[in-house]
């Protein structure tokens, strides 16, 4: 089982999450933008921003 680029079904890589996760700022760039500009869904970029989704996470790094 392979998570974030590993996966070859991903879309997105690491420094994509990583720019979303910049760009993003409630209110003023929405996460429906986002979407759009990465084509990607609105829900996968809530994921992304909330830290719920992309690669596997461990007990030592809970980074993006």
């Excluded at 680029?5 to 910049?22: D, F, P, R, Y």
Aim: charged share 25%; hydrophobic share 35%; proline share 2%.
């Amino acid at each position: 089982n392979q998570w974030g680029e590993e996966n070859g079904s991903a879309k997105i890589t690491k420094k994509i999450v990583e720019a979303i996760c910049i760009e993003y700022i409630p209110w003023v760039v929405t996460q429906k933008q986002l979407a759009q500009k990465y084509g990607i869904s609105q829900q996968h970029v809530s994921k992304l921003v909330n830290k719920q989704r992309w690669e596997k996470q461990n007990a030592t790094d809970a980074s993006y």
